[in-house]
């Protein structure tokens, strides 16, 4: 039976992790970040890839830091067959890679060389991009460098969000990799180097991008709430108030109001003037303190006093 030694964290991870074991492969180890404080209590959640190893009665290791540390020797002396990472969210030292048997293997979310880095399904989204898809890759020291394996195209429908998005990518991940494990372990395979010319980067977002910019133009800033949504989200100030936006849609208005103005509202509607005097309408939003809401509600609420016309973005 193939020994395998897993790596990841969200939920991403956890889906390509089922996959493996419900193929009967033997996951000797698995290897995720540590619990993470979360809310304003700051309790520790696990990830989901620590949830199904304790499920499984997976031995488990989260450092804070692999390279260096005890875990890492003791992982390098299980000699397993097949190192299998899927955003895992640490650089792994050399020597542990080699400690491989077969192969140490990525499922990386893009199409290498596109999006080299810690978010390339975001930026995939920042971008407009009409498709994505998965790589699987052999890992070498450099960041998403090794040569390609496989790789499967998604098409990017126009309603995804970076949270459905993941869902379709770990999906598609899982099924690739299955496929593509027995070509490995038989030498079935005929790597392809990427095309360094070709190679772009896809940075972990940052606090900056999270705000949103109407002087930007409207198809701009469709693209960045749905990167971010559902997690972190996008936020503006919205009538002196920090709100987030998880959902809109883009109007063409042609308005020549200022940037940043109410263009048209109802009881169910609110449309934004951005930058190219096209409209953002809002779908979906979170006033601070307030849970996710439709539109609606918040038109029958906190945004019942807003007016045509009237300025609402506050930028300070």
């Known amino acids: 039976m193939t020994k395998v030694i897993f790596l990841g964290t969200p939920e991403f991870s956890a ?72 955003a895992y969210g640490q650089f792994l030292p050399t020597s542990f890679l080699n400690s491989a048997k077969v192969a140490a293997i990525n499922v990386h979310g893009s199409l290498l060389p596109k999006y080299r880095g ?7 989204l920042l971008n407009g991009d009409k498709e994505t898809g998965i790589t699987i890759m052999y890992m070498v020291k450099g960041m998403d460098a090794g040569d390609i394996i496989s790789q499967e195209k998604l098409p990017i429908e126009r309603d995804d969000d970076n949270g459905s998005l993941f869902e379709k990518l770990a999906i598609v991940g899982r099924e690739l990799l299955l496929d593509t494990i027995p070509k490995i372990l038989s030498g079935d395979i005929q790597p392809i180097q990427q095309d360094p010319d070709k190679v772009v980067f896809s940075p972990n977002i940052s606090k900056e991008q999270e705000h949103i910019d109407f002087t930007q133009p409207a198809e701009t800033v469709f693209n960045q709430i749905r990167a971010l949504s559902p997690d972190p989200g996008a936020w503006m100030m919205l009538n002196g108030q920090r709100t987030k936006l998880y959902k809109t849609e883009v109007e063409e208005i042609n308005s020549d109001l200022p940037v940043g103005s109410v263009y048209d509202l109802g009881k169910k509607r609110l449309v934004i003037v951005a930058g190219d005097g096209q409209g953002v309408s809002i779908k979906k939003i979170q006033p601070a303190g307030k849970k996710i809401m439709d539109i609606a509600n918040y038109m029958n609420g906190l945004g019942k006093d807003l007016e045509k016309g009237q300025q609402v973005i506050d930028e300070k």
């Open 15 to 86: 889906t390509v992790l089922k996959g493996l074991l419900k193929e009967g492969y033997d996951v000797i180890a698995a290897v995720t970040q540590p619990d993470k404080p979360v809310g304003r209590k700051q309790k520790l959640q696990k990830s989901p890839v620590k949830l199904i190893a304790e499920e499984e009665n997976i031995k488990l290791y989260q450092p804070a830091k692999l390279p260096g540390s005890p875990e890492v020797e003791e992982l390098k002396a299980l000699q397993a067959d097949l190192i299998i990472t899927a």
């Open 118 to 124: 810690g978010a390339p399904i975001q930026w995939s």
